[in-house]
């Protein structure tokens, strides 16, 4: 099947922050890896986090290593993936999509006894 | 148990269910002083964690905290309302008995749980925790004015997103009336003790383990705010609840 390569930039964490310490890579270069598996933990100010990957494929390229800052939007990893059928649009890499969990709240009430 | 509980705390939780479940207990996870399930693990990468291990997640927004309930009076953080508060849950779930993962604040509460209601816990970690005064020097009654190590952390948690630091200035205040006490440990329920190896927080975690029969694994280079989200400390967490 045909592949494409995308790179992947370190995506906007919130709260202002513009960069992340890369703490420890889950994968190394040639390793296949599935959408939403560990990718890599950086660190910035405020607390240390789990990037999910976005893509499924393979990894072709680590762009920093442990305790390298990398920049908001700067290269983190190349991914190669399947080709998509027909033109796209960019190979640019995008945050992933926030995904659907349930969240519910419950009323405690107190114990009879 | 005294059943005063008076206020109705309504309780956020998320209840993450794997897509094929393993035949295993859930797991409660019990989020530390100041953040919230989703800060303390969600972007931690725990849910993923647990998912592909085929394990249910029970994350709860702990009163004070997140999209919980925030009451302003101390009497309403003691560890026995926390503990009060997660049977509840674990009886709302229909989820008779649980393993327990505490971080910091978490693991002090977890401990409270498996004291109060040892039927409902199966195993317990407690992360970034160990047997000191967390509270050592720190005015209560002005909570981020002070220098202590308490101080610090109160200045950063209130000026999070979402926080009511008179609610968190309460849940310090709850938690300080009842120091944490090694003895007794909960009786029959294996603990694992995990925490950063730069985490001053948990300092006299391997000591505790050792005096109560517990297990303990230290994350190399890792302090109180970078292990939770470490492989290490997740897979040393998986290994010791799945193991038989």
Known sequence: ?113 | MPANLTDGVVMRYADLRPGSPADAVPVLLLHGFGTNFEMNWKTAGWPQELESRGLRAIGPDLRGHGGSDKPTHGDAYLPERFSQDLVGLLDELGADRVDVVGYSMGSRLGWDLALRAPERVRRLVLGGFGPTDAFAGTDLNSLGEGGTPFDEVFRTVSALPGNDAAALAACARGQAARPFRPDPAPEGIPFLLVAGARDTLAVGAEQLARDRGGSHVEVPGRDHVNAVSSRTFRQAVVDFLVRR
């Open chain 1, 1 to 113: 099947m045909a592949e494409e390569t995308i790179t992947f930039t370190l995506p906007d964490l919130g709260e202002g922050l513009v960069e992340a310490t890369v703490l420890e890579w889950e994968v190394e270069a040639g390793d296949d890896i599935a959408r939403n598996d560990p990718l890599v933990e950086v660190e910035t100010t405020k607390s240390a986090v789990i990037i999910p990957s976005p893509h499924d494929g393979r990894v072709v390229e680590l762009h920093a290593g442990p305790d390298e800052v990398v920049r908001v939007g700067a290269p983190l990893v190349t991914f190669a993936v399947a080709a998509a059928e027909g033109p796209r649009a960019g190979i640019v890499g995008t945050v992933p999509e926030e995904e659907s969990r349930p969240r519910r709240r419950v009323r405690l009430t107190p114990p009879s006894e």
